[in-house]
């Protein structure tokens, strides 16, 4: 059982510098027991109270010791100073300032550049050998993950940088499995063995070493840094494709660089403008386990309600089951919690133990044992009730054409013994009625039913809403563009590979899949469903034709209907802002920060109405 973690007040500085040590090394390997912002603002801010002179605060943290032969930088490797607040950016620009004067350089002379500071792993990359940071002087080599797949941006000779994994690909594919992009890409470099995730991650060519030197930057003068740190940062952080944690910002002067200098830390002519994220402490209630359709059984933590963000939060992500073992999250445990925007609370850390924590062995949905697989508790019952609901209510999901057909439907229709799409789709009104459904309602099924048969329909949606492992909707799309729907029984994984975006664990598996998949399948495609082929657009001549466009918020049409009329038109519809986006479409109820995002990245931000009246031009 793991010691809770006391306040910084009351550890003795022998304490206090242990316990930084090991939330920093917990942090190099993915295991993060505290925030960043607890660490910097909490225990180190203690640390620099009471011996401002400690060697721990002049030494280069160490990045995961991984590897067996050490390297030595040609230049070392320094951790970057940070800052939280706009008043410790301007503190910064002044003691630029001071010291050009010395130099007799005008401050209307200087120029500063910022660069998203990327949330991964520093490293090294010169003469073809990639060494990690280690302790700044000494690194360890790592070369062996470019031939495992790691793609290098910029050549060989491209010194400091981290290896870090785009974030889109983390949020589509990894996000359910992995709580952080970071720990996904400490846990790839430091295997001996990578986990199929891993492969699949490198075939796709998304785990990447960036150079600081490729990064795209933004300058400014001191009167911007000054005023408006904060937006800048956020322009330069929204455009970045990879987790960012923050900007780092440098003076651009040599000679003012050079006078400056370094500390055995950091570089004095160098500042880091970190993100706080919105953090709170609650307590734990009690555990509920949930039993997903692939069976996965994953922790919600009923905690004391607290406001965060806005939001009233009873209810946290405890991830998976490995995270509340190695965390030993009981019931009573007070924890600290995170929630940025509109993402899902989660949990960070534990600041003080409740009891201890219990992992149950068996499923809460049918009572048949359940197995940890890796961080992941399953349940091996073959005929799982949550997995049978949970696998039918994401195909009514994903189609988006049929309502009516919500949990509780889906809960009434499992209870009567159904067990499979094609049976619901028998289903007369004397049938609904049989199960305990209203007459009106039983109609109405039968209707909903018919409507989702004979309203068109994205073959790829059809495709993906059976919830086939590795073919979520982008990987559908991809794959009926090269293959019709009624011949994936024959595909062979040959034919996956030779369609880009595909890799040997994927090409293996989604066969595999499908074959067990594919009785339910055909019996659905010979219901007739009115599906669309994803045939490449024709050119048109459009007001958007070309346009990277996002829809965001409630539309007086499904957000589907929108994004499938604009590509129609030409547009290219994304599903989130980068600085590619050329126009925000915004319905009602739409954060503030979306918003402020697009505007940053100057998108131009427009309202449904407004976007009607353009497309009709």
Not at 584 to 596: F, N, P, R
């Given at each position: 059982m793991s010691q809770a973690i006391k306040p910084a007040t009351e550890m003795t500085t022998e304490e206090l510098v242990s316990f930084l040590e090991q939330a920093n090394t917990a942090y190099r390997n993915g295991e993060a027991i505290i925030t960043d912002a607890t660490y910097d603002l909490v225990y180190l801010a203690e640390l620099k109270l009471r011996d401002p002179d400690h060697p721990y605060l002049n030494a280069v943290e160490p990045e995961t010791d991984v590897g067996s032969t050490k390297i030595r930088h040609l230049k070392p490797m320094l951790s970057t100073d940070k800052a939280y607040t706009q008043e410790e950016i301007t503190a910064y620009v002044t003691r630029v300032i001071k010291f050009a004067e010395k130099l007799e350089i005008a401050e209307s002379d200087l120029r500063f550049r910022i660069t998203p500071k990327l949330d991964g792993m520093a490293a090294n990359y010169e003469s073809g050998i990639l060494a990690t940071r280690g302790n700044g002087q000494l690194g360890n080599d790592i070369s062996r993950n470019l031939q495992r797949g790691l793609v290098t941006v910029g050549g060989e000779n491209t010194g400091v940088g981290e290896i870090v994994i785009s974030a889109a690909y983390f949020a589509e594919n990894l996000s359910d499995q992995f709580s952080h992009p970071r720990n996904f890409v400490t846990g790839l470099i430091g295997a001996d063995t990578l986990s199929k995730e891993a492969v699949e991650a490198m075939q796709d060519g998304v785990v990447r070493f960036v150079p600081y030197s490729q990064l795209d930057a933004i300058e400014c003068t001191t009167e911007a840094l000054r005023t408006e740190s904060e937006a800048l940062c956020l322009q330069v952080e929204s455009a970045c494709e990879y987790p960012v944690d923050g900007s780092v910002i440098d003076v651009t002067n040599p000679a003012l660089r050079e006078a400056m200098g370094s500390t055995n830390h950091h570089h004095n002519w160098q500042i880091a403008k970190k993100l706080k994220g919105e953090t709170a402490t609650t307590t734990v209630n009690s555990i509920t386990w949930q039993t997903g359709r692939t069976g996965r059984i994953t922790p919600v933590l009923n905690v004391q309600t607290i406001n965060l963000s806005g939001a009233d939060i009873s209810n946290v992500t405890g991830h998976n089951a490995g995270n509340i073992r190695n965390l030993n999250v009981g019931v009573g445990a007070e924890i600290e919690i995170v929630r940025s925007g509109e993402v899902i609370p989660k949990l960070l850390g534990v600041i003080k133990e409740g009891a201890e924590a219990v992992i149950p062995d068996t499923c809460p949905a049918c009572n048949a044992p359940a197995e940890m697989e890796r961080d992941f508790l399953v349940c091996k019952g073959e005929e799982c009730v949550a997995q049978i609901e949970a696998r039918l209510l994401h195909f009514f999901s994903v189609l988006g054409n049929v309502d009516l057909f919500g949990p509780r439907a889906i809960a009434i229709l499992v209870e009567n013994g159904i067990r499979e799409l094609p049976e619901i789709y028998k289903l007369e009104a004397s049938d609904f009625e049989g199960m305990g459904f209203g007459a009106k309602q039983a109609s109405n099924l039968v209707e909903q039913l018919s409507r989702s048969r004979t309203e068109a329909v994205e073959d790829w949606r059809f495709l993906a809403a059976f919830g086939i492992n590795h073919l979520g909707r982008g990987d559908s799309r991809k794959l009926l563009r090269a293959h019709k729907l009624e011949t994936l029984n024959t595909l062979s994984g040959d034919d996956l590979l030779e369609i880009s975006g595909f890799g040997d664990i994927t090409a293996e598996a989604i066969p595999r899949s499908l074959a067990l998949?594919?009785?339910?399948?055909?019996?659905?495609?010979?219901?007739?469903?009115?599906?669309?082929?994803?045939?490449?657009?024709?050119?048109?001549?459009?007001?958007?034709?070309?346009?990277?466009?996002?829809?965001?918020?409630?539309?007086?049409?499904?957000?589907?209907?929108?994004?499938?009329?604009?590509?129609?038109?030409?547009?290219?519809?994304?599903?989130?802002?980068?600085?590619?986006?050329?126009?925000?479409?915004?319905?009602?109820?739409?954060?503030?920060?979306?918003?402020?995002?697009?505007?940053?990245?100057?998108?131009?931000?427009?309202?449904?109405?407004?976007?009607?009246?353009m497309i009709m031009k």
């Open positions: 998949r594919w009785p339910v399948i055909e019996a659905m495609i010979a219901l007739n469903f009115n599906l669309l082929s994803d045939e490449p657009v024709a050119t048109v001549d459009s007001p958007i034709t070309g346009k990277h466009i996002v829809f965001t918020g409630s539309m007086s049409m499904p957000r589907e209907e929108m994004q499938e009329k604009a590509r129609k038109l030409g547009a290219n519809v994304q599903s989130s802002v980068n600085k590619k986006t050329e126009i925000l479409v915004i319905g009602d109820k739409v954060g503030a920060k979306k918003i402020e995002k697009a505007q940053a990245l100057g998108t131009q931000v427009v309202t449904e109405l407004e976007y009607q009246a």
